[in-house]
């Protein structure tokens, strides 16, 4: 998808930036490559930087406000700068950026998950600063977690949905300011013990880490004192990209996993059981810590909602 818009900030004859992803969905860790255009106005104009943004739209609780929605973005990078622009010169930017391990995936074999990314481009120009549309981003999972996922229907686990939740797990590595949440209902085999099952990755270069919650309630995370949710169980699991080694294939593997939590469930104790850190500050922290890894702090933005609608107004203005 291409978008293009005449840059509000620098008036009437600014420039214009079309920014192009190259084709194929993107995966975590991965390479995210295209190129942005950019057309001179009608005056030649000193181009500062030229910036890509990650953005995500997730939602948030909070045990005063409730639940919302946001843009977080979720990593930046500049891919070009410091040259002259001149009237109606073409130019073409080739980029080709990383995407974080834990950029969350937002299709399986080719379905939409529900979850949306964005890539948003920033021109600065002689002291101006001008965002333009989002551009939608497709990831596809590592093979890793089209693994598991696999793993889980053929064991007769069903996708409910997936979102992306604004805030931190406790206990793990987590370096972005969210996590993607895959829902599952229960096969017959676990349905009088869980109403369901809720799936987290959180990916880094040498390994797949497998977040798994069981839920009896099946109802949103409860919040507790200090912005702390809590659910009955909640058990990790470390994997190599590679699969699991030996004579165990990947259902057998995430078959052991899911008995294990059950079986923390049912003892309501292990060393297994971390609880979520939701709403709008702990969040806050979570972003703070990813700098750290070369993140960008979480910034949650004015746009809440339609997140990729109404583009065509903002440039008929």
């Known amino acids: 998808m291409v978008f293009k818009r005449l840059l509000g900030s620098l008036g009437v004859g600014g420039p214009t930036v079309d920014t192009v992803l190259d084709p194929g969905a993107a995966r975590p860790g991965g390479t995210l490559s295209g190129r942005v255009r950019l057309v001179g106005g009608t005056a030649d104009h ?37 040259f002259r622009l001149a009237a109606g010169e073409e130019t073409s930017l080739p980029f080709a950026v990383p995407l974080p391990w834990e950029t969350p995936a937002t299709e399986l074999h080719g379905q939409p998950l529900g979850i949306v990314l964005g890539v948003r481009t920033e021109l600065a120009v002689a002291g101006a600063r001008d965002r333009g549309d989002l551009d939608p981003l497709t990831v596809a999972p590592l093979p890793a977690q089209e693994a598991v996922l696999e793993a889980l229907g053929q064991l007769g686990f069903g996708f409910r949905s997936a979102d992306l939740e604004y805030g931190r797990i406790g206990g793990t590595g987590q370096q972005l300011p969210f996590y993607q949440e895959v829902e599952l209902t229960p096969p017959p085999r676990y349905a009088h013990q869980v109403n369901e099952i809720e799936l987290t990755f959180l990916a880094v270069p040498g390994a797949l880490e497998v977040v798994l919650e069981a839920d009896k309630r099946g109802g949103p995370l409860a919040d507790g004192p200090g912005g702390h949710g809590g659910h009955d169980a909640l058990s990790r699991f470390t994997v190599p990209h590679e699969g699991p080694s030996g004579p165990q294939d990947w259902n057998t593997l995430v078959d052991g996993w899911i008995q294990e939590l059950v079986e923390h469930r049912a003892s309501y104790g292990s060393h297994a059981v971390y609880g979520h850190e939701s709403g709008v500050g702990a969040a806050v922290v979570a972003g703070a810590a990813g700098i750290a890894g070369g993140m960008v702090a979480a910034e949650v933005v004015d746009e809440v909602g339609d997140f990729f609608e109404g583009d065509s107004d903002d440039g008929e203005g």
């Open 46 to 82: 000193d181009v500062e930087h030229v910036a890509l943004e990650l953005v995500a739209r997730v939602e948030t609780e909070h045990e005063e406000h409730g639940d919302g929605e946001g843009v977080v973005v979720f990593d930046r990078h500049v891919v070009g700068g410091a």
